[in-house]
């Protein structure tokens, strides 16, 4: 690591519990410096993996933060993989451009892969940041601000009407919407199952995030007695001379069958006082229903934004975690700079069933690095496009369609909330 102005280098060792508020000081700061609410402070104090933390110190002063959270996440085939969720990624300003990033994200994937998780994950404040260190994007999301004055919902699926939309007060509900949040994980790559505690991010409610709307709300959907969905939501209220012109604010939605979903769509399509509905944050599926539900898509204004970052960490156990659509026999030329245990050929042989690869002395069919890999590897980015883009150099004539097909999913790929 480069030295700092005082000729020595900042120290890189795992956070202590009694450093935390002055780890985390400098991770706000990083930020902007606005201060968290206390409710805030306290949840991500109490979900911080003490022993998956790192700090870089300069004396009593700590300039460098980063951590890991331990996830499961669902890939292609609907298993649960072990995946590190790199987190609070910070570098003191006074110490940029010092070596002390690279020292962080070199020590972490030394960890990650000790600790026998194939998978790291982050999302990324700035994304340039990130790929010299082997992630890529690998999931998108659909943002939208929707004028409900003159966007309809229509063709809605059989049973909508059987559909019964009540309000509840968020808390009360929790465990019901929770119960419908983790039988979806296993049917979508990306999801992240909910680690105890992380149920309370969803009612995290501080004042200074509601830019003026109202206190978090939250609808059921029912049917028979059985929650089968939910939506948690905000309306910002607002009036102009020709009347009412409030925004209804989602935050989140889970539905366990079409009709659910189209009840709750329409219920938020709905509320009165209101003309607008915008969707944010984590923003919804790029294949969701709503999108052949309304009349007028344009005037949803639909924005397609990047979400989560993937880099294989032991590729070939990566590889082997998930399964194919279509059977792929393929070998991989791979590039890995930062992690080079994974450069070299790999066979990748796989279908809907399982999959195995290996290391050979085989001539390549595909090369690549591991960005295009991490980029494909839940299914939301085709190999054909990255090949298309110069990134993937197909050598075997054919090999290019038959593992783009493969690493393809039936739904897309969506990263439900952040960490």
């Given at each position: ?26 991770l ?17 104090n ?8 790192l700090?870089a110190?300069?004396?009593d002063?700590?300039?460098?933060t ?11 085939g ?45 999302t ?41 939309v ?9 465990d019901s919407?929770?119960a419908?949040?983790a ?12 680690q ?15 830019e003026g709307?109202?206190p978090l ?32 604010i ?18 938020l399509?709905?509320i009165?006082l ?12 790029v ?6 539900w309304v ?18 960490v ?8 998930r399964?194919?659509q ?12 930062f ?55 197909e ?15 039936a ?9």
């Open positions: 690591m480069a030295t700092d102005a005082t000729g020595s280098a900042p120290g890189l060792r795992v956070l202590r519990r009694d450093d935390w508020d002055k780890w985390y000081d400098t706000i700061r990083g930020f902007g410096g606005v201060p968290e609410s206390t409710e805030e402070r306290e949840l991500w109490s979900l911080t993996e003490i022993d998956r933390s700090g110190w300069d004396g002063e700590c300039v460098g980063a951590g890991v959270f331990s996830f499961r996440l669902t890939v292609p609907g298993a649960s993989v072990p995946a590190a969720g790199v987190t609070m990624v910070s570098v003191a300003a006074t110490h940029r451009r010092r070596g002390v990033l690279t020292s962080m994200m070199r020590r972490q994937l030394d960890d990650v892969r000790a600790s026998g998780e194939p998978l790291a994950v982050l990324a404040s700035e994304p340039a940041i990130y790929g010299r260190f082997g992630y890529e994007a690998a999931t998108f999301h659909l943002n939208a601000e929707i004028d409900t004055t003159r966007v309809r919902l229509t063709s809605l699926p059989a049973g909508t009407d059987d559909v019964r009540r309000y509840a007060v968020p808390a009360d509900v929790l919407c929770e419908v949040y039988r979806l994980v296993p049917s979508r790559p990306g999801m992240l199952a909910r105890p505690g992380w149920e309370r991010l969803e009612l995290l409610d501080p004042e200074s995030d509601r709307a109202s709300q939250c609808v059921l959907a029912e049917r028979d007695g059985e929650t089968v969905g939910y939506a948690r939501f905000r309306v910002k209220p607002d009036w102009d001379a020709a009347g009412p012109d409030g925004t209804v989602l935050e989140s939605l889970a539905a366990l069958d079409p009709a659910a979903d189209a009840a709750l769509w329409r219920f399509f709905g009165d209101t003309s607008s509905l915008v969707v944010r944050r984590r923003g919804r599926p294949d969701e229903g709503w999108r052949h009349s007028d898509i344009r005037r949803c204004r639909p924005q397609l934004l990047d979400s989560l970052y993937l880099r294989p032991d590729l070939g156990a990566a590889l082997e975690a399964t194919y279509a059977p792929v026999d393929v070998v991989f030329e791979v590039e890995d700079a992690c080079p245990w994974n450069s070299g050929r790999w066979r990748l042989s796989g279908d809907a069933k399982g999959a195995s690869c290996e290391r050979t002395a085989d001539a390549a069919d595909l090369a690549l690095s591991i960005r295009e890999l991490g980029a494909a590897y839940l299914g939301g980015v085709s190999l054909a496009s990255l090949a298309a883009a110069g990134r993937v150099r050598v075997r004539q054919g090999a290019l369609a038959e593992a783009s097909l493969g690493f393809g999913t739904v897309a790929p969506w990263l439900p909330h952040g960490f």
